[in-house]
Structures are given as C-alpha cells and as structure tokens.
T-cell receptor, first 116, second 109 residues
C-alpha cells in the first residue's frame, strides 16, 4: 500500500511569489491535514479537509489556503511569500471517520520550502 | 488550545541504556500518537495509543488518559534510535493534532 506522497520535495521561491504544494493521501483515506514545521515554532497545524470540506483551520494568515479534490488529493497554496514562510510543510492522511475525530495519522516526507 | 509538554527536551544515552520520555497534555483527548522524525524530516509512526499499553520490539508506550500523560520507553537503545521524538494529541471532534516540542535523543556508541 503506497504511503502519503508529497510533491515537490524541495522548492526555492522568491519573496512575493506564490507556491502550490500537493499531497496524495493513502488510498481509501479521506482526511488530509497540513502542518508547518519551523525551528522556532515547532509543528503547527494549518488546516484539515475531509471529503472536500474544511473541518478545521489553524491560526495562519489568509495567504495560506488549501483545497481537497474529489479523489481526496489536496493542495495548499501560499501567496505573496515571505522569508518567514521558509519551512518544512508536512501532509498527513487518516481515514477521517473515527467516532470522535480522526484516527491514526500518517505523514508524508514533506516539502521543504525556502524563500529567498 | 490544548497544551502538550514533553520532557526531557534533550536526552543523551550510551548505547544499550534504557530511557523514558514523557508527554503531558492539558485536556481530554481521543487520539495520541508518538512519532520519530528521521533526518530527512519525515514523521515515522511509533504508536497510536489514546489509552493503554502497547509494545513494538524495543519500544513500548503507555497512556493514562485519566491522568493526562503518556510515556514512551526505549530499551537497549541503539545509535539508530537517535533523533527527535514527538508526542501529538487530538481533542474530540477537533480534527487536528497538537504537537509537543519534542525530545531530542542522542545515543552514543
């Protein structure tokens, strides 16, 4: 069974540009979550999607957005990039159908974004 | 939001030693996971353990949900156990994991 796939693995962008990251969940999983990891802030939640609906959103500016497609694949977009957006972006998938929330989450290898 | 505290922040071990990592959380949870982050950044699942005790080889974990803590045990540590260990929790119907700051483990040969 294939794991969570994130593309691209590495990305270098210039301040002011925008970027789109992609995540393909484990087959059969309908929940996709995104996290940002930086040395200063640790791992922070961005948003979660289940069956194309956003169920929760973290405390990030509106420049960060996401969406989920009918095949459960997800994309996140960051517009008007800032130097502080340099980070490891991790995507997680789960079945999303636990009685009280998500079940076990599995993470992709991440996309390392550098903004110069 | 929920607070997740991991201790100790850093741990240096001699190969073959045993250790215990702790995770305290401030609210009721329906999901608790332990991860090991590899040098390339990927979070590797160790345990999905909202309550109870589980073992997997040299690793074991216990979560006491009523007292809001979880413990990860590493026995007979090996140099390959080095890295950062994260605890993450999810509150009921929250649909997000909240992570601790991690414990950095260094195992010396």
């Amino acid at each position: 069974k294939a794991g969570v796939t994130q593309t691209p693995r590495y990305l270098i962008k210039t301040r002011g540009q925008q970027v789109t990251l992609s995540c393909s969940p484990i087959s059969g999983h309908r929940s996709v979550s995104w996290y940002q990891q930086t040395p200063g802030q640790g791992l922070q939640f961005l948003f979660e999607y289940f069956s194309e609906t956003q169920r929760n959103k973290g405390n990030f500016p509106g420049r960060f957005s996401g969406r989920q497609f009918s095949n459960s694949r997800s994309e996140m977009n960051v517009s008007t990039l800032e130097l502080g957006d340099s980070a490891l972006y991790l995507c997680a998938s789960s079945s999303g159908q636990g009685a009280l929330g998500n079940t076990e989450a599995f993470f992709g290898q991440g996309t390392r974004l550098t903004v110069v | 939001g929920i607070q997740v505290e991991q201790s100790p922040p850093d741990l240096i071990l001699q190969e073959g030693a045993n250790s215990t990592l702790r995770c305290n959380f401030s609210d009721s949870v329906n999901n608790l996971q332990w991860f090991h982050q590899n040098p390339w950044g990927q979070l590797i699942n160790l345990f999905y353990i909202p309550s109870g005790t589980k073992q997997n080889g040299r690793l074991s974990a216990t979560t006491v949900a009523t007292e809001r803590y979880s413990l990860l045990y590493i026995s007979s540590s090996q140099t390959t156990d080095s890295g950062v260990y994260f605890c993450a929790v999810e509150r009921p119907n929250d649909y997000k994991l909240s992570f601790g700051a991690g414990t950095t483990v260094t195992v010396r040969a």
